[in-house]
């Protein structure tokens, strides 16, 4: 399974971002894809996930209202629309995905198989 993250870029403090991971190969790898993203003073931390038929979502307590993951299964892309960003949502934001079947949506990066590269978002104050 091969992701690619993109979409980042620099916004002002309450803008709007779209990021989106281009998920290739045995899409069964998949079955949980989430975001995770992560700051030189932080770790990585959980942003939001999906399963991937869709019907089960989780968020971060920070991004929650805000942001909204989703994901477009004929195209094979998970999305994160971020709205309302602040300027401590600037970090390098990474989509991770796992094969493996949990109940519930794991919120710990080691959890996951597969990473993509990382994508920088930088709001301005």
């Known amino acids: 399974v091969q992701l690619q993250a993109s979409g980042g870029g620099l916004v002002q403090a309450g803008g709007s971002l779209r990021l989106s991971c281009a998920v290739a190969?045995?899409?069964?790898?998949?079955?949980?894809t989430a975001w995770f993203r992560q700051t030189p003073a932080k770790e990585r931390e959980f942003v939001a996930g999906?399963?991937?038929?869709?019907?089960?979502?989780d968020y971060a307590d920070s991004v929650k209202g805000r942001f909204t993951i989703s994901r477009a299964n004929a195209e094979n892309t998970v999305n994160l629309q971020m709205n309302n960003l602040l300027a401590e949502d600037s970090a390098i934001y990474y989509c991770?995905?796992?094969?493996?079947?949990?109940?519930?949506?794991?919120?710990?990066?080691?959890?996951?198989?597969?990473w993509g590269q990382g994508t920088q978002v930088t709001v301005s104050s």
């Open positions: 991770a995905s796992t094969a493996r079947p949990y109940g519930r949506i794991p919120s710990t990066s080691t959890t996951y198989d597969y």
């Open positions: 190969g045995r899409t069964v790898g998949s079955y949980i």
């Open positions: 999906i399963v991937r038929t869709g019907v089960r979502k």
